[in-house]
């Protein structure tokens, strides 16, 4: 493994300098619960915290989905990396210089054919910089600097959102691209250029243009905007289609730069385009983003609901703003966060904040639009009622009804007690009529989505819906506790051998441990993750399974032991009891091993049941440590 995979003194350099919480902290909101932090888990539809991260053991985990692991997994998940991406992503936010590393190549990899994630990033990575060149360069970058400088964008701007230039030719990146051998697939599966549709070869996607880079919150190129540079050029805009690493429904220009004023402020605000994000920065009013000529959507919701607990919709005035502000009432019911509306009339002839920052009060004018933002029921109401001002009491009912079926539908009903109740006086009070005319107005609409774990993965929820075997929970114990390794006979060990376990994933959770504990690094369970991530490099198999299992195996035994040493070799010892016990009975009757024929768990479960209530009734003396088997 030597000279070909990550060294194992990198991973511990860049573990021990990536403290967890704060990695945790850049990406959602954490608060401190005891010697726990909890947030809102974001892999799945999380409505109440259930996430915990634990910095005495620099792991996080999720009582709900499962997921879990060390600060490598969680950005592993988080932002769709393998574990070399991950590790380099952390050494570099700690200014770490990695041992040189030599992948494998193409073959090794079966990548040859196929275009993988990390293929179209570095076609993006590749674009990002011809078109920056391209903006500088003296004859093909000329129009669109003269177009950045009417618009008042400053260098500053420039260079923090990586703004660039395409040139006026039909060939210009897809020569570039032939000049560093990057691969015409990768190209085409970001979008980069199109095939012809007459004769053989391709043409740039983004000609003539002025280049804005799309970029995810840890700062990715995975997509780009082009804005015409010729009047005469259609469309005004012109984005990247859909792919891997691009959704438009999840993706929100400049949440790279957004992202820790969002959390400071508490509230993100939702802008149009492009040019009025870069003005609100540069105005130093950064808690500002863009959805992508699309409505705010549950994606967009879900991402900010990790940063914020407001989101401020700052839209045009005209149909198309009032219809996307609309269908946030969607999100508003799907989505555990506060959504109001804002607009610019009432407070400045400024038609967008690109506008209005050019005018001396522009910024003042600005915080006073955001501070005087509507919720969005209220908004919703007072719309109505304006329609409403000349109809009789016959319309006027017949409406209110249509918009409390209509909220019905989108499952007001539906809600959890607390925010359903909050939401019905929210809609009285804007409705103006009595709670419980809402409340009886209230049908049953579509069902919310709830979050269901894939078949055969775990669901952990603390006590008892997940309950591991007795050799399972034999290997939780090592990994709680990589010292008991030492305690067991050669015999012993062999209780844990792969070949033991029905399940793939826990198979792989024990071949890590058994090769972590023989080259020295121990059973503990981040010495396992770091090796469950080596062998996942030279199988080409997704880690992230894995690493959950070893971590649920992990606080199955802490919350049952409630990480006392004594309980744990107890525990510990019982196990091997009950796994010695049952092989020797199978031997004598000539069977296979087969844990499935008695349920060890229970057996488990009642004695630990049994150290909880000696523990209480004796105080924190408990029984002598046991050692040795």
């Given at each position: 493994m030597s000279g070909l995979y990550p060294q194992n003194d990198d991973v511990q350099r860049v573990r021990d300098a990536s403290d967890i919480v704060r990695v945790v902290g850049e990406h959602l909101t954490l608060k401190p619960k005891g010697r726990e932090f909890v947030g809102?888990?974001?892999?799945?539809?999380?409505?109440?915290?259930?996430?915990?991260?634990?910095?005495?053991?620099?792991?996080?985990?999720?009582?709900?989905?499962?997921?879990?692991?060390?600060?490598?997994?969680?950005?592993?998940?988080?932002?769709?990396?393998?574990?070399?991406?991950?590790?380099?992503?952390?050494?570099?936010?700690?200014?770490?210089?990695?041992?040189?590393?030599?992948?494998?190549?193409?073959?090794?990899?079966?990548?040859?054919?196929?275009?993988?994630?990390k293929e179209i990033l570095a076609a993006n990575d590749m674009a990002n910089g011809f078109f920056r060149a391209i903006l500088n360069h003296p004859e093909h970058g000329a129009a669109a600097r003269e177009v950045i400088a009417r618009r008042g964008i400053s260098d500053e701007m420039v260079e923090r959102f990586q703004i660039g230039a395409s040139?006026?030719?039909?060939?210009?990146?897809?020569?570039?691209?032939?000049?560093?051998?990057?691969r015409t697939e990768a190209l085409l599966s970001a979008g980069l250029v199109k095939q012809r549709e007459?004769?053989?070869?391709?043409?740039?996607?983004?000609?003539?243009?002025?280049?804005?880079?799309?970029?995810?919150?840890?700062?990715?190129?995975?997509?780009?905007g082009g804005r015409k540079i010729n009047e005469e050029d259609e469309p005004k805009y012109l984005n990247s289609p859909e792919t891997t690493v691009f959704k438009k429904s999840t993706t929100l220009y400049g949440i790279n730069n957004a992202a820790r004023a969002i959390k400071h402020e508490r509230t993100a605000v939702v802008v149009e385009g492009y040019t009025d994000v870069i003005a609100c920065h540069q105005a130093g009013v950064e808690h500002v983003v863009a959805t992508l000529g699309t409505a705010l959507t549950s994606g967009h919701a879900t991402v900010l609901r990790r940063l914020c607990d407001t989101v401020v919709l700052l839209f045009d005035g005209d149909a198309a703003g009032i219809k996307a502000a609309d269908r946030a009432i969607e999100v508003l019911l799907s989505e555990t966060i506060d959504i109001k509306?804002?607009?610019?009339?009432?407070?400045?002839?400024?038609?967008?904040?690109?506008?209005?920052?050019?005018?001396?009060?522009?910024?003042?004018?600005?915080?006073?639009?955001?501070?005087?933002?509507?919720d969005l029921i209220k908004w919703k109401f007072d719309r109505l009622r304006e329609e409403l001002k000349d109809a009789g009491p016959a319309r006027v009912t017949q409406r209110i009804q249509e918009e409390l079926d209509r909220l019905s539908e989108l499952g007001l009903g539906e809600l959890e007690p607390v925010r359903r109740r909050l939401m019905i006086r929210q809609i009285a009070q804007a409705a103006r009529v009595e709670e419980q005319v809402v409340t009886e107005a209230i049908r049953t609409g579509r069902g919310r989505r709830r979050f269901s774990p894939p078949a055969g993965e775990i669901e952990y929820k603390g006590e008892i819906d997940w309950k591991p075997d007795a050799r399972e929970q034999l290997l939780g114990c090592l990994l709680f506790e990589p010292n008991l390794w030492n305690l067991l006979s050669s015999e012993q060990r062999e209780l844990t051998s792969t070949v033991r376990f029905t399940s793939d994933l826990t198979r792989r959770v024990a071949d890590a441990l058994h090769s972590s504990a023989e080259n020295g690094t121990g059973t503990g369970l981040h010495a396992v993750l770091a090796e469950?991530?080596?062998?996942?490099?030279?199988?080409?198999?997704?880690t992230l399974p894995s690493n959950e299992r070893a971590t649920a195996l992990y606080r199955y035994v802490a919350e049952h032991t409630e990480e006392v040493d004594d309980r744990v070799t107890r525990y510990f010892n019982e196990c091997i009891s009950l796994l010695v016990s049952k092989e020797s009975r199978n031997r004598d009757r000539e069977l296979p091993v087969d844990d499935s024929d008695e349920n060890e768990a229970d057996v488990l479960a009642k004695f630990l049941a049994g150290e909880r209530k000696h523990r209480s009734q004796t105080g924190l003396g408990g029984r002598p440590r046991i050692s040795g088997s």
């Open positions: 809102l888990c974001p892999f799945h539809d999380d409505k109440n915290p259930s996430m915990c991260v634990i910095p005495a053991k620099q792991i996080f985990h999720c009582f709900v989905c499962g997921s879990g692991g060390d600060v490598f997994t969680f950005v592993q998940k988080y932002h769709s990396m393998d574990f070399r991406e991950s590790l380099e992503f952390l050494a570099d936010r700690a200014n770490i210089e990695l041992t040189p590393f030599r992948g494998r190549s193409s073959s090794d990899q079966g990548e040859a054919q196929g275009v993988g994630n040139p006026d030719r039909w060939d210009g990146l897809v020569m570039i691209a032939e000049n560093k051998d990057v007459r004769g053989e070869g391709q043409y740039d996607a983004l000609r003539n243009r002025l280049i804005f880079p799309i970029c995810d919150q840890i700062g990715r190129v995975i997509a780009f509306i804002a607009a610019l009339a009432g407070y400045t002839e400024a038609k967008d904040p690109d506008e209005l920052f050019k005018q001396d009060d522009g910024t003042d004018v600005f915080r006073r639009v955001i501070d005087g933002a509507v469950l991530s080596m062998l996942a490099e030279e199988d080409g198999i997704d």
